[in-house]
């Protein structure tokens, strides 16, 4: 009977669990145990329920195009439960001197495709236009070194279409800032069509597919969450899974190697197994490891991590009529406000909030402002209430405010991940029944995590035929 061990029962952990439990079930020899250091499941999918608002304290939904997180909903019963967001509302503002202002039609993230929604936008200055157009005739390029987010768009289209859209935009994804996020990591397809068609415009255009559009029509809902919230998807893996497998509880110390097993500590107990599957955040799995393989848990060590604050506000109705239809908005570093972006929660997913009230749901920290994890709820509070004030001019006081921090969450993809990643890889794999899964290395999104978990799964229990190969 072989042994594996997962350390982390987030949703990559949790997947991984069910994929090998699914393996058990279909005859494998083997058997899992989840290690978790807290007392619950999900990592940082968590919902919760006040005053008939459903609040999402981590994410609240996943990128409809990528397969894998509503793939694992349905194969667990959770079909029905899946919602689609409103994209009949779907606009979003950046806030350029205390103004919202609208993103204009056809701009795929940060490249326009539509000439005159952004020849007649507010957005940016005659400066940017002129150089959206001077772009269109830029010729291939192909491969240079990799390099950031910042720097590929200021070549393109100047710097302040980094400050009003490429920041604000990563810095809602990756809790990052666009000068710390490599280019090759987390916008491939820029790399790809600078090479191939030298305008990004041009490339756009030819490729119509595949970026996330943050504007704009379609005929799928951009994301989709869950009627339940995102918890029930990790609710639902964990009714999957043998109850007596998971220990909570229980923070995974140390990994070493004792007679071709693992040993894995944790408190004052040590286990044996023959595979290992890390689904902790590679910090952790850098600690865990160092016995083990100095080099592979140093360079893990080496992927950073930024923190966040989710700050969740519930209103009475009147906030739905002092606020312009629409998602929400994003907030430029240069507008000074420690505020990054606040969704419209009740208009971004309805069934969210009672008619009778509506939601908002602010980010602060990422990889600026880090000290405000350090601030109490009441200051986050304040700070949060004081720049709504100020952007939407919202005096309404809130029926309730909920804080949640999340340290060291989000892990930076920065210049260089790519070869990072690869080598972390290649060790990996020379280390016998060593798998990782998480959002530090393919994708940091959850339907990403997801589909590392599966395959971290499937190599440790070494796929057997009756497994489902993986979309891609
Ligand atoms: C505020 C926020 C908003 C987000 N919004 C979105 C979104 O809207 N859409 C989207 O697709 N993605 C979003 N993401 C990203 C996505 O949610 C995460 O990347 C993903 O959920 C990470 O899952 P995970 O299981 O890899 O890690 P985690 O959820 O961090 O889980 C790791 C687990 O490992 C446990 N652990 C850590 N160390 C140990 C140890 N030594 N021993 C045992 N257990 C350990 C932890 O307690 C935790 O439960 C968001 C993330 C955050 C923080």
Redesign the pocket.
């Known amino acids: 009977m072989k042994r594996i061990a997962v ?8 997947t991984a669990a069910f994929a090998l439990e699914k393996q058990r079930q279909a005859g494998a020899p083997l058997e899992y145990v989840v ?4 007392r ?6 968590l919902t919760e329920q006040v005053d008939g608002c459903q609040i ?8 409809t195009e990528k397969p894998w ?1 509503s793939d694992l909903c349905r194969e667990i019963g959770l079909e029905e439960q899946l919602v689609g967001s409103n994209d009949a509302d779907r606009k979003t503002y950046i806030v350029v001197k205390n103004k919202l202002i609208v993103i204009p039609d056809g701009l795929m993230f940060m490249v326009p495709t539509k000439i005159m929604p952004t020849v007649f936008s507010s957005l940016f200055s005659l400066r940017t236009k002129l150089r959206m157009a001077r772009e269109w005739f830029l010729p291939p390029a192909p491969g240079g070194e990799d390099e950031t987010v910042a720097s590929l768009v200021e070549r393109h289209y100047g710097a302040e279409m980094v400050d009003r859209l490429a920041d604000p935009l990563l810095s809602g ?1 990756y ?1 990052g800032a666009a000068s710390q996020l490599s280019v090759r990591a987390v916008l491939p397809r820029f790399a790809e069509m600078e090479a191939k068609h030298g305008s990004l415009g041009r490339g756009m255009i030819s490729a119509r597919r595949g970026l996330p559009r943050v504007a704009g029509g379609g005929a799928r809902p951009l ?1 989709t969450s869950l009627s339940g919230g ?1 918890q029930q998807m990790a609710d639902g893996l964990a009714t999957r899974i043998a109850p007596a497998s998971i220990h909570f509880g ?4 140390s990994l070493h190697r004792k007679a071709d097993r693992w040993s894995i500590r ?1 408190g004052t107990e040590e286990n044996f197994f023959d595979a290992v599957i890390l ?3 590679a910090v ?1 799995a850098g ?2 490891l160092k016995a083990a393989s100095s080099s592979l848990a140093s360079e893990l060590s080496g992927i950073q991590y930024t923190s ?1 604050v ?1 700050v969740n506000l519930g209103y009475g109705r009147e906030i739905r009529a002092a606020l312009p239809p629409g998602f929400g908005f994003l907030v430029p570093r240069s507008e000074g406000t420690r505020m990054l972006a606040c969704t419209f929660v009740h208009n971004k997913f309805p069934h969210r909030a009672p008619k009778d009230k509506g939601i908002l749901r602010c ?1 602060l920290g990422g990889a600026r402002d880090e000290a405000v994890l350090g601030l109490n709820d009441g200051e986050i509070l304040g700070t949060v209430h004081r720049e709504l004030r100020d952007i939407v001019k919202l005096d309404a006081s809130p029926i309730f405010g909920r804080v ?1 921090r ?1 340290r060291e ?3 930076q993809y920065e210049p260089g991940h790519i070869q990072r990643v690869a080598a972390i890889e290649k060790r990996v794999a020379q280390i016998p029944g060593l798998a990782l ?4 290395y393919h994708g ?6 997801i589909r ?2 599966m395959e971290a799964a499937n190599t440790v229990a070494q796929l057997t035929p009756e497994s489902q190969p993986l979309r891609r």
């Not at 350390?7 to 949790?14: E, P």
């Not at 229980?250 to 110390?253: I, M, T």
Request: glycine content about 18%; some cysteine; proline content about 6%.
């Open positions: 350390v982390g029962g987030g949703i990559s952990g949790l290690f978790e250091s807290s619950r499941l999900g990592g940082v999918l999402e304290a981590g994410p609240d939904s996943f990128l997180a994804v809790g994301f995102m229980s923070p995974v110390e944790s689904a902790a955040p952790a600690q865990i966040s989710t980010f949640y999340w969450a989000m892990a899964a998480g959002n530090a940091i999104g959850v339907p990403d995590c590392a978990g």
